[in-house]
């Protein structure tokens, strides 16, 4: 079964415009990470959130997790043609001596000109 | 320097043959792994290695192979190629500590094509 549900699943803003995408899990999530992918490129790391009620920015994007740690929201402030791909938001599965990442099945998000 | 590198980038070979994928890591990461991502661009867990444990995702066939060689390097073989086996296969790894995993990174992915 899916553990973290992404949505929107797509989104489409007009460039200057803020967005949120969020990510859901019924499960205590234990280190969350977002990435970006842009078509047939790698994953490009954007944060990592740990604690409850964390918060992080880096440029027009900022990243919270809930104080529950089981929602993590991604806002875009101003949003630009660059800030277009595909968000996946990746949790840390726990047990196991190993972190395996389980993801969301992404947000695919257009930005227009 | 790339941090994960994997090669080779592309790879188009016909159903049964073997063929192999490297990853490298410099980060001086304790634990890599390999990532499948499917048509539909969803990620998932194949492997996790660090040198006391491999752990293998039970959906997995076992045509597929993780080796290394060393804790730099996990490459993946995959012997005798089906058609369902296209994708685009990304490696990563990590460095654990008593308080969570940390610096998870990613390669840039080898798009494998089976005909």
């Known amino acids: 079964s899916q553990e973290l549900e992404q949505s929107p699943q797509s989104l489409i803003v007009q460039e200057g415009k803020n967005l949120t995408i969020n990510c859901t899990s019924s499960?205590?999530?234990?280190?969350l990470y977002w990435y970006k992918q842009k078509y047939g490129e790698g994953l490009i790391f954007l944060m990592m959130?740990?604690?409850?009620?964390e918060e992080k920015s880096h440029e027009k994007i900022t990243a919270k997790l809930d104080e529950k740690k089981q929602q993590s929201s991604l806002h875009i402030t101003a949003s630009q043609p660059s800030h277009a791909g595909i968000y996946l938001c990746?949790?840390?599965?726990?047990?196991?001596?190993?972190?395996?990442?389980?993801f969301g099945k992404g947000t695919k998000l257009s930005v227009k000109p | 320097d790339t941090a994960v590198s994997q090669t080779p980038k592309y790879l188009v070979t016909q159903m049964g043959n073997d063929k192999s994928i490297k990853c490298e890591q410099n980060?001086?990461?304790?634990?890599m792994y390999w990532y499948k991502q499917d048509s539909k661009k969803f990620l998932k867990i194949m492997f996790s290695y660090n040198n006391k444990e491999l752990i293998i995702n039970e959906t997995v066939p076992n045509r597929f192979s993780p080796k290394s060689p060393d804790k730099a390097h996990l490459n993946l073989h995959i012997n005798s190629l089906e058609l369902g086996d296209s994708a685009v296969y990304f490696c990563?790894?990590?460095?654990?500590?008593?308080?969570?995993?940390?610096?998870?990174?990613f390669g840039s992915g080898t798009r494998l094509t089976v005909v």
């Open positions: 980060l001086g990461h304790d634990t």
């Open positions: 990563a790894s990590s460095f654990t500590s008593g308080t969570g995993v940390y610096g998870y990174t």
């Open positions: 499960k205590t999530l234990y280190g």
């Open positions: 990746g949790a840390v599965r726990r047990g196991g001596s190993q972190g395996n990442l389980i």
């Open positions: 959130l740990q604690k409850g009620g």
